[in-house]
């Protein structure tokens, strides 16, 4: 099965990374690695990552990896130890988006849908929540009180898809606490992820844990947080802390006539 690969960001400022290449594609890669602070080197310098944009690839990705680089080559996945993702920046938020080298066309397209999504708040929302994070830690001592506070508002008054007033978390932090606790059931009638409702799909991505009848699908459970833990139970056990949401299926039996 092929592996789509781990994401990850890697801090550029003042490191080294290694640029072959000359021509417009070159120049690209080198706006885009000055632009996150890496130092730009040619082939012989000392560094961990290289991006490679000329005519004859194959013998510079080999020379480099011979030196344990990681290299990127444009428009060659089929060299890459790493791809580079389409970016859409609401300064500090950064969403990048990558098909493992499938098809930059998609990935331009999918980065034309957020651009226009992403109200240019999102940035400032971002900003004000890191200045108020030690209050938010004082209103919200307990890790998971914490979280599910933060996903309720997010998914409420501080809603990142909507424009944000400056001082939007500070009305929500003098506001009542809205974050779920106990157990939430519910009945799921299609095997398709995509038929969840938005409050259900909210839900389980606020969950501390989700607990399940045999029958539900992976396909459902992987909607949850990646930390929320998975029971396979008959039913789900009452008084444990935080949010518990509990999936059963439903077959619907169609009538005709």
Do not use: Y
Request: hydrophobic share 45%; proline share 6%.
């Amino acid at each position: 099965m092929k592996r789509s690969g781990l994401p990850v960001f890697v801090q550029l400022d003042g490191r080294p990374v290694i640029l072959v290449g000359t021509g417009a594609a070159a120049d690209a890669k080198r706006r885009l690695l000055e632009r996150a602070g890496a130092m730009v080197v040619g082939e012989e310098g000392d560094a961990r990552l290289a991006i490679i944009a000329c005519d004859d690839p194959e013998p510079v990705a080999a020379r480099l990896r011979d030196r344990d680089i990681l290299v990127n080559v444009a428009d060659r996945p089929d060299l890459c130890d790493f791809t580079l993702p389409a970016i859409v920046e609401r300064d500090p938020v950064t969403i990048a988006i990558g098909t493992g080298g499938a098809s930059a066309g998609l990935t331009a397209a999918l980065r034309q849908r957020f651009e226009a999504l992403l109200p240019a708040s999102l940035g400032e929302l971002a900003d004000a929540l890191k200045e108020r994070r030690d209050a938010i830690r004082t209103r919200w001592p307990e890790a998971g009180d914490r979280r599910r506070a933060i996903g309720a508002a997010l998914t409420g008054p501080l809603d990142p898809l909507a424009d944000q007033a400056a001082d939007a978390v500070e009305r929500w932090l003098a506001g009542p606490d809205a974050g779920k606790v106990g157990i939430v059931h519910i009945v799921l009638r299609s095997a398709d992820p995509d038929d969840l409702t938005l409050r259900e799909a909210r839900l389980l991505a606020q969950a501390d844990r989700v607990t399940h009848r045999g029958d539900v699908p992976a396909t459902i459970l992987t909607r949850a947080r990646a930390d929320a833990e998975r029971i396979a139970c008959d039913a789900p056990t009452a008084n444990l802390p935080g949010l518990t949401v509990d999936l059963e299926m439903r077959a619907i039996t169609e009538h005709r006539e």
